[in-house]
């Protein structure tokens, strides 16, 4: 059975940091895609950033979040890290965390993620 678990959210500054842990289990996290969106109150969900399987390689992210975000990987863990930087009220919202296991190159496209946590919520104000 697939679990995807997502914490780290919480209240921040504007400016300030948090990093988000995404612990998958079930899955081989080394090959698998791994997802990260958000869903702002009142809009669609969106991709944030994603991470390709080891032998894939690569990872994606959308221009919003560009030099301010950082996605990493401890297979060890099985887990996901999402590490947010020089946070902005507009990061607010749910962050979800997604597993696809098919071993191609990552991407934002939520259809091909089959696994997806509860969420976990950031909040960024003064």
């Known amino acids: 059975q697939v679990q995807v678990v997502e914490s780290g959210g919480g209240l921040v500054q504007p400016g300030g940091s948090l990093r988000l842990s995404c612990v998958v289990s079930g899955v081989t996290l080394g090959d698998s895609a791994i997802g990260w969106f958000r869903q702002a109150p009142g809009k669609g969900r969106e991709g944030v950033y994603c991470i390709s399987g080891i032998q894939s390689g690569g990872a994606y992210y959308s221009d919003s979040v560009k030099g301010r975000f950082a996605i990493s990987r401890d297979i060890a863990k099985n887990t996901v890290y999402l590490q947010m930087n020089a946070l902005k009220p507009e990061d607010t919202g749910t962050y979800y965390c997604?597993?696809?296991?098919?071993?191609?190159?990552?991407?934002?496209?939520?259809?091909?993620?089959?696994?997806w946590g509860q969420g976990t919520q950031v909040t960024v104000a003064p």
């Open positions: 997604a597993a696809d296991e098919a071993e191609l190159p990552c991407d934002l496209a939520e259809p091909r993620y089959d696994y």
